[in-house]
């Protein structure tokens, strides 16, 4: 009897590649449970990039700054990058729970913009300075010369999570799956070569370490962004209607 009750407890995750969000109640544990192997992967692959771009590159330049300046385009393209996904990712999941425009444009623009910078910049700048390199916080959206180059990706992902919303549910649980792993990996690309380009350039030295670092600085602020910030308001708002 019991096996009966699991199975067709857990049929709807199967349907939607064994994760579907209107199964549970999308608390912080549930999801960063469920998301930690895609960051762990994630950031894998990430010290994988790094690895052949320091191989690559590392030794053809003359100067630090000049090797600084190529991390720091590096960190800001996959910082924009970031932004696609993280509002295209919290667009889908308020819109699967909730019809009201507004505030599901107001949540897909604000929540990825407070966690990437968090990811991709905040957290990552916190890890060098307690790893002993003194690095700054550097906000793009305080920068009008990188705001005018953030808000068109961001456009582009309020665009893009419209248009995925109309799928079936079966496709967006497939893409929800590969969006969550690629979300994680730009982030975990754009966290390192922020690190390294404000002078963590012994990063290889201390790669355990700097895993444990990263794995918190990306899962929890994709996760929010992705999942848990996105299904609050939705549900908040359709509870008080």
Same mark, same amino acid.
């Given at each position: 009897?019991?096996?009966?009750?699991?199975?067709?407890?857990? =049929?709807?995750?199967?349907?939607?590649?064994? +994760?579907?969000?209107?199964?549970?109640?999308?608390?912080?544990?549930?999801?960063?449970?469920?998301?930690?192997?895609?960051?762990?992967?994630?950031?894998?692959?990430?010290?994988?990039?790094?690895?052949?771009?320091?191989?690559?590159?590392?030794?053809?330049?003359?100067?630090? @700054?000049?090797?600084?300046?190529?991390?720091?385009?590096?960190?800001?393209?996959? +910082?924009?990058?970031?932004?696609?996904?993280?509002?295209?990712?919290?667009?889908?999941?308020?819109?699967?729970?909730?019809? *009201?425009?507004?505030?599901?444009?107001?949540?897909?623009?604000?929540?990825? $913009?407070?966690?990437?910078?968090?990811? /991709?910049?905040?957290?990552?700048?916190?890890?060098? *300075?307690?790893?002993?390199?003194?690095?700054?916080?550097?906000?793009?959206?305080?920068?009008? =010369? /990188?705001?005018?180059?953030?808000?068109?990706?961001?456009?582009?992902?309020?665009?893009?999570?419209?248009?995925? @919303?109309?799928?079936?549910?079966?496709?967006?649980?497939?893409?929800?799956?590969?969006?969550?792993?690629?979300?994680?990996?730009?982030?975990?690309? $754009? =966290?390192?070569?922020?690190?390294?380009?404000?002078?963590?350039?012994?990063?290889?030295?201390?790669?355990?370490?700097?895993?444990?670092?990263?794995?918190?600085?990306?899962?929890?602020?994709?996760?929010?962004?992705?999942?848990?910030?996105?299904?609050?308001?939705? @549900?908040?708002? =359709? *509870?008080?209607?």
């Amino acid at each position: 009897m019991s096996n009966s009750h699991d199975h067709s407890k857990h =049929a709807p995750d199967k349907a939607h590649g064994n +994760h579907n969000h209107g199964a549970h109640v999308g608390s912080l544990r549930q999801e960063l449970m469920c998301h930690f192997p895609y960051a762990a992967f994630s950031l894998a692959m990430g010290f994988i990039v790094l690895s052949v771009i320091h191989l690559l590159t590392g030794t053809g330049y003359h100067s630090t @700054r000049e090797l600084s300046q190529s991390y720091h385009i590096l960190f800001h393209s996959f +910082h924009y990058l970031h932004l696609i996904f993280a509002v295209t990712g919290t667009s889908i999941m308020f819109f699967r729970f909730s019809k *009201n425009v507004v505030m599901g444009i107001l949540v897909s623009l604000i929540a990825p $913009a407070i966690f990437c910078t968090l990811s /991709d910049v905040a957290l990552p700048a916190l890890a060098g *300075n307690l790893l002993g390199v003194a690095m700054p916080v550097h906000i793009c959206f305080t920068n009008f =010369a /990188d705001l005018i180059n953030l808000l068109p990706f961001m456009f582009v992902g309020l665009l893009n999570g419209w248009m995925i @919303r109309e799928h079936s549910e079966s496709a967006l649980g497939f893409i929800s799956l590969a969006s969550h792993f690629i979300h994680i990996l730009i982030s975990s690309l $754009a =966290a390192l070569f922020y690190m390294v380009s404000y002078g963590f350039t012994y990063w290889h030295e201390m790669m355990g370490i700097l895993l444990l670092f990263l794995l918190v600085a990306v899962v929890i602020p994709c996760t929010l962004s992705d999942i848990v910030v996105p299904m609050y308001f939705a @549900r908040r708002k =359709a *509870n008080r209607s």
